[in-house]
C-alpha cells in the first residue's frame, strides 16, 4: 500500500538551528501539504504545494519557514532559525487531487 | 473561511457499546468531509471521508459518517467499539476545489473501558 514517508521520526535541535524536515510523498500525487500539531491542540495547516510553488500557505508559515521539492520524489520543510515554539509535531501530506490527503506518520520536533 | 467544531473532547464509553462522535462544521461553499484517526504516537490516519453521492459513508473497521447538509454536520459513529479503537478522532473539511488545505477540529479522545 502507498505511503508518505516523512524523516526523521524525531529530531532534536537548538533554539536558532536550522531544520529541514523530509518527505517522500505517493509517487503520482500532485499535490503536496505540510501540517504541525503542538502538543495537545489541534492540527494547524501550514502550506500547500502544486506544480512546483506554493498554492497556500497559513498565517504560521512566516518567513523563517520554506519549502521545496529539490527533486522528483522528496518534498521538505525548512525552518530557518528555530525558536522554543516551533516544538510540534509535523506532518506531510500528499494528494491526487481533492478528496482526502494521505498523511505521513509525522516528524517530532523538540526544539531546547 | 471553513471551520470544524467537534463538541465533545473526550469521550469515555464501555467496550461493545455504541459511540457517535459529533461534528459540525461552517462553510459558505462547498465542501469535503473526513475523518482521521490518531492512534498513540501515530500519524494520522483517512477513517472516512464524504466528496458527493450518498450521505452515508462507511470504513473497513465499522464506523460510520453521515453528512447531513441541513444541520452542517457530519458525525461519526459505531454501533460496537473494541478497545482498539481507543484513539484521537479528527473530523476535517476542505474545499472542493483542487488541493485546499484541510481545516481540522480539535480532536475527541475516545477512550474504550473494558
Known amino acids: 500500500e502507498p505511503e508518505v514517508t516523512q524523516t526523521p521520526s524525531h529530531q532534536v535541535t537548538q533554539m536558532g538551528q536550522e531544520v529541514i524536515l523530509r518527505c517522500v510523498p505517493i509517487?503520482?500525487?500532485?499535490?503536496f501539504y505540510w501540517y504541525r500539531q503542538i502538543l495537545g491542540q489541534k492540527v494547524e495547516f501550514l502550506v500547500s504545494?502544486?506544480?512546483?510553488?506554493?498554492?497556500?500557505k497559513s498565517e504560521i508559515f512566516d518567513d523563517q519557514f520554506s519549502v521545496e521539492r529539490p527533486d522528483g520524489s522528496n518534498f521538505t520543510l525548512k525552518i530557518r532559525s528555530t525558536k522554543l515554539e516551533d516544538s510540534a509535531m509535523y506532518f506531510c501530506?500528499?494528494?491526487?487531487?481533492?478528496?482526502?490527503?494521505?498523511f505521513g506518520q509525522g516528524t517530532r520536533l523538540t526544539v531546547v | 473561511a471553513q471551520s470544524v467544531t467537534q463538541l465533545d473532547s473526550q469521550v469515555p464509553v464501555f467496550e461493545e457499546a455504541p459511540v457517535e462522535l459529533r461534528c459540525n462544521y461552517s462553510?459558505?461553499?462547498?465542501?469535503?468531509l473526513f475523518w482521521y484517526v490518531q492512534y498513540p504516537n501515530q500519524g494520522l490516519q483517512l477513517l472516512l471521508k464524504?466528496?458527493?453521492?450518498?450521505?452515508l459513508v462507511e470504513s473497513i473497521n465499522g464506523f460510520e459518517a453521515e453528512f447531513n447538509k441541513s444541520q452542517t454536520s457530519f458525525h461519526l459513529r459505531k454501533p460496537s467499539v473494541h478497545i482498539s479503537d481507543t484513539a484521537e478522532y479528527f473530523c476535517?473539511?476542505?474545499?472542493?476545489?483542487?488541493?485546499?488545505?484541510?481545516?481540522f477540529g480539535t480532536g475527541t479522545s475516545l477512550t474504550v473501558i473494558p
Open positions: 504545494f502544486y506544480n512546483n510553488e506554493i498554492s497556500e
Open positions: 509517487s503520482n500525487h500532485l499535490y
Open positions: 476535517a473539511v476542505s474545499r472542493t476545489n483542487t488541493g485546499n488545505q484541510f481545516y
Open positions: 464524504y466528496l458527493s453521492g450518498s450521505t
Open positions: 462553510s459558505s461553499v462547498s465542501v469535503y
Open positions: 501530506a500528499s494528494s491526487e487531487a481533492p478528496g482526502g490527503g494521505f
